[in-house]
């Protein structure tokens, strides 16, 4: 049996949480629906003080921006957006059409078509996050999106030029500077000014992440994803600092970010709750990952790996984090999680940042029945059907026929009958079922 050492807040003050931020957010999209880029305007200057008459930004100003940035900074931003576009690729090499004749004279295939256009959220309220751009743009671009439009909101007041350099680079079309609810409302639903997509993707915090939900159906989605929530797997192969790090570390994302530290070793434990409290005072952005650990924090000792593994699956992180003497035991055995990185050589800022496997991933349990965004994600995968034979019409009509008037189609029957009758040559009564010869 399992021993919690922290807890993190109780179920129903999440939920009262929940609730506002559901109708903050269905009160928001209504108004954008309703008033277009006044409401988007206002709501800007409510939330970012924000205010400008045209959000997108010129060309001339997207290379003021990106001449802001030293050459080492685009070069390590060109050399995370390679590794992105590398793996994005080796992805899409493994999506292939296909064809295939079924039955003699009827061929069924798929094809793999890209979405026609899609709006990119990259975060940048707290911390401007352009490793969003990489993971959500480059992405859309490998899959042949031919439309691509980001939104990040201002920081400190001004658009923040290593985002609209990575979304620049990264291939975007139109690049808007406009943050939450109100950019991914004017996105979704459209303006005078934004004419809206057919899908939305990238994380961002609760709000981000409602308006994704309550859109959903208007438009698609990635998945839903924010804040931002982190699991640590470890034994006694691995010491408290290494486990503190990497808790904070993405702890520091956001004032409700979840970190659970899921162990076998209570003296693992507490050496980490040890590490935790020293690194907060010194770590400086510990103000608001201190903030997370005490909301959100959790401490889970269990018996043994088997407890583990049910407990991570139970959990269903957006982050895992193993770090144990059988880490590909894991990656065989737990079937719920965002994105595993094995070993204490790795660790998820390597995947935030840089590595190339994407950073958009399932919150909130969602990694139960879905993964996180890849190129897949921009494709429409759409069957097709052709019946080059007389033979195989009337063959194949025969059946539908009969399997409609099972279930009291008579229109959909006839559809079948009319061809049994001109390619098969027998005389079949309208709206009957065929009878086999």
Request: glycine content about 8%.
């Amino acid at each position: 049996m399992a021993t919690i050492l922290k807890r993190g807040k109780d179920v129903e003050a999440i939920a009262e949480i929940d609730a506002q931020v559901r109708s903050t957010v269905e009160t928001a999209l209504n108004d954008i629906a309703r008033r277009g880029d006044d409401a988007v305007r206002d709501l800007s200057r409510k939330f970012d003080k924000w205010e400008r008459d045209d959000f997108r930004l010129s060309q001339a100003e997207i290379d003021e921006a990106v001449g802001q940035l030293r050459p080492r900074d685009i070069a390590d931003i060109q050399f995370a957006q390679a590794q992105v576009r590398n793996f994005a690729e080796i992805q899409m090499s493994a999506l292939q059409p296909v064809e295939r004749e079924t039955l003699p004279g009827i061929i069924l295939g798929h094809k793999n078509i890209p979405v026609s256009s899609v709006g990119c959220y990259v975060p940048g309220g707290k911390y401007p996050l352009l490793a969003s751009a990489h993971m959500s743009v480059v992405t859309a671009k490998v899959a042949g999106v031919k439309r691509i439009i980001t939104c990040a909101p201002p920081f400190a007041g001004k658009p923040a030029p290593a985002i609209i350099a990575a979304q620049h680079l990264a291939g975007a079309d139109e690049i808007y500077v406009l943050g939450g609810i109100q950019a991914v409302g004017a996105m979704a639903l459209g303006t005078a000014t934004i004419a809206p997509v057919d899908m939305l993707v990238g994380p961002g915090n609760a709000y981000v992440a409602e308006a994704k939900r309550q859109l959903y159906g208007r438009v698609g989605i990635d998945l839903f994803a924010g804040p931002t929530e982190t699991m640590v797997i470890a034994d006694e192969t691995v010491d408290g600092e290494l486990c503190a790090v990497d808790l904070l570390g993405q702890a520091e994302h956001g004032p409700n970010s979840p970190a659970v530290l899921l162990t076998t070793s209570e003296r693992l434990a507490r050496e980490t709750i040890r590490e935790v409290e020293r690194l907060l005072a010194i770590m400086p952005t510990g103000e608001i990952a201190g903030l997370a650990w005490r909301d959100y924090g959790q401490v889970i000792v269990a018996d043994d790996h088997d407890e583990m593994l049910k407990i991570a699956n139970q959990i269903a992180s957006e982050h895992v984090q193993v770090m144990t003497d059988r880490d590909d035991w894991y990656l065989e055995h737990m079937v719920n999680y965002g994105a595993l990185f094995l070993g204490a050589r790795t660790n998820v800022s390597y995947g935030d940042k840089v590595i190339g496997t994407n950073h958009t991933l399932p919150t909130r349990r969602a990694a139960r029945y879905t993964g996180g965004l890849w190129v897949g994600k921009f494709l429409k995968t759409c069957t097709y059907q052709k019946v080059v034979t007389d033979e195989a019409s009337a063959m194949i009509g025969e059946y539908c026929s009969r399997l409609c008037a099972l279930e009291g189609f008579a229109g959909h029957g006839e559809q079948a009958n009319i061809r049994v009758r001109r390619y098969g040559g027998r005389n079949v009564e309208p709206y009957s079922a065929v009878e086999p010869l």
